[in-house]
T-cell receptor
Framework: NAGVTQTPKFQVLKTGQSMTLQCAQD?????MSWYRQDPGMGLRLIHY???????DQGEVPNGYNVSRSTTEDFPLRLLSAAPSQTSVYFC?????????????FGSGTQLSVL | QKEVEQDPGPLSVPEGAIVSLNCTYS??????FMWYRQYSRKGPELLMY????GNKEDGRFTAQVDKSSKYISLFIRDSQPSDSATYLC????????FGKGNQVVVIP
């Protein structure tokens, strides 16, 4: 079972560059989300989606875009990378966002912005 | 006061000891309580999920919720080196809030 698959695992960008972090899940989950994890800050929600074609902002959305054209895929785009976006990014999915929000996480993307 | 407080540790214990972790929270609307385990360079994985005050046991793991004190705990009995990880508490009303995580090291 693949679960939640994230690519790439590591990425180094220069300030101002753009890139897309890929996320795919094979569990037919309606709810998908992106988190960033920083030392001393814990997990913070960037964007989320409750189904194909529906996205919304989380706690720290600035500098990031998302789209959800299929149930399986939920890419995260960095529009113009900044050093403050250096972090570990996790994609997660769940059957729903309601009481059964039991998240399955990917293995993460470690991003460094120079 | 942050919504969810969790002591980051690290907490070092000898193999076989009981590990005790806890989180406090300020939002009385939280109804669902979870513990996630995160190994180094991996994503978190759901370990325990509880609703309402009381205890829930799963093998060597016990989750405890005290809503009146706004306090949740995770106990790991007979700890093993494979339990060495970061443990994150999480709580939910209409959204999910995570603690910062508590690093646990079990020494053989």
């Amino acid at each position: 079972n693949a679960g939640v698959t994230q690519t790439p695992k590591f990425q180094v960008l220069k300030t101002g560059q753009s890139m897309t972090l890929q996320c795919a899940q094979d569990m037919n989950h309606e709810y998908m989300s992106w988190y960033r994890q920083d030392p001393g800050m814990g997990l913070r929600l960037i964007h989320y989606s409750v189904g194909a074609g529906i996205t919304d902002q989380g706690e720290v959305p600035n500098g990031y875009n998302v789209s959800r054209s299929t149930t399986e895929d939920f890419p995260l785009r960095l529009l113009s990378a900044a050093p403050s976006q250096t972090s570990v990014y996790f994609c997660a999915s769940s059957y729903s966002r309601g009481v059964d929000e039991k998240l399955f996480f990917g293995s993460g993307t470690q991003l460094s912005v120079l | 006061q942050k919504e969810v407080e969790q002591d980051p540790g690290p907490l070092s214990v000898p193999e076989g000891a009981i590990v005790s972790l806890n989180c406090t929270y300020s939002n009385s609307a939280f109804q669902y309580f979870m513990w996630y385990r995160q190994y180094s360079r991996k994503g978190p994985e759901l370990l325990m999920y509880t609703y309402s005050s009381g205890n829930k046991e799963d093998g060597r793991f016990t989750a405890q919720v005290d809503k009146s004190s706004k306090y949740i705990s995770l106990f790991i009995r007979d700890s093993q080196p494979s339990d060495s990880a970061t443990y994150l508490c999480a709580m939910k009303d209409d959204r999910l809030a995570f603690g910062k995580g508590n690093q646990v090291v079990v020494i053989p």
